[in-house]
C-alpha cells in the first residue's frame, strides 16, 4: 500500500491528525531500558489516537549499534502489530548523487520506513532517488520550527521568501511524484497559511506542538484543506514523556478535532 493511502486510511479510521515523535532520550531511560522497550510501551498506549508514528534518527544513533537496532526493533514492532499506522522516519536526508542513494537505502530497505524527511538545499537530482520510491512518502523541510529558521528562510529571492520559493519547488515536484509533500513548523502559523494557499490539498507535516511551543489553534486555521484533512502534527517530548502518554495523547488529538470540526 502507498504511504498517502496508508496514513488517510488511518486517519478515518482512527479520526486522528495526531503524529507521535518516538524520540526517547537515551540519557533519560532509567535501570537498563532500552529505546525499543520505552517506546513499546508508547506505541501500545497511544496506538488508537494517532495516524502516524515519527522516529528522528538521531536519538538512535546517538546510542549506537543498540539505538539503531532498537530503532529498527521498533519500526517492526509497529508494521506487525499495528500494520495500519504509517512510520514516518525523521531523518533529513540528503546529498549528492549515489550517496542519496544510500540513504534511500538505508531509510527504506535497513529501517523499513513508510515515509522519510529530507532537506531540499542540494535540489532535485539530489532526491529524485527518494522521490522515485513511488510507495513512500517524501516530505521536503520548507519552513523549519527552531528560531534560527528566519537566518536563512527568510531571504528574499527577488520579493518573495526563500522558503516560498522552495514551496514552490516542492509543489512543482510533486506534479510529477505525487509522493511528494511539505514539512513546515507550527511556530510559524501565517507561513503555514501562505502554503496552504499555495498548495490546497498537499499533506503537511507540523512540527514543533508541544515543548517547542507551537500554536495549535493557529496552525489548524491556517493549515487544515478545506474537508479537514491535509495535516501530520507531531507532538514528541510532550506525550512521550507525559506521566500518562495515553490520556494526553487522547486529549491533543482531541483538541486538534475540536477545530476540524
Known sequence: MKFIDKLLAVQKLNDSLLC??????PQKLKNGQSQFDFNKKIIDQTSSSV???????????????KGLESLIQTVNYIHKNYPKIPVLLDAKRNDVGHTSEMYVREVFDMVNADAVTVTPYCGFDSLE???QREDKGIFVICR?????????????????????EVAKKIISWSEKYP??????????PQEIGVLRKLAPEMPFLIAGIGAQG?????????????????LII????????????????????????????
Not at 20 to 25: A, Y
Not at 145 to 164: C, H, I, R
Not at 215 to 226: F, M, Q, R, S, V
Request: one cysteine or more; glycine letters at 12%.
Open 214 to 230: 507551537g500554536d495549535l489553534k493557529a496552525t489548524l486555521e491556517n493549515g487544515l484543506t478545506g474537508n479537514g484533512n491535509g
Open 20 to 25: 507521535v515523535g518516538l524520540d526517547p532520550d
Open 144 to 164: 523549519t520550527s527552531n528560531q534560527g529558521a528566519s537566518d536563512f528562510q527568510d531571504l528574499k529571492v527577488g520579493e518573495t521568501p526563500l522558503y516560498v
Open 51 to 65: 495516524c502516524c508514528y515519527k522516529p528522528q534518527i538521531a536519538f538512535y544513533a546517538a546510542a549506537g549499534v
Open 179 to 188: 509522493n511528494v509533500f511539505l514539512e513546515i513548523g507550527a511556530t510559524w
Open 234 to 261: 507531531n507532538s514528541s517530548r510532550g506525550i512521550i514523556y507525559a506521566e500518562d502518554p495515553k490520556k494526553t495523547a487522547e486529549d491533543l488529538k482531541n483538541e486538534i478535532n475540536k477545530y476540524r470540526n
Open 129 to 131: 532517488p527518494f522521490f
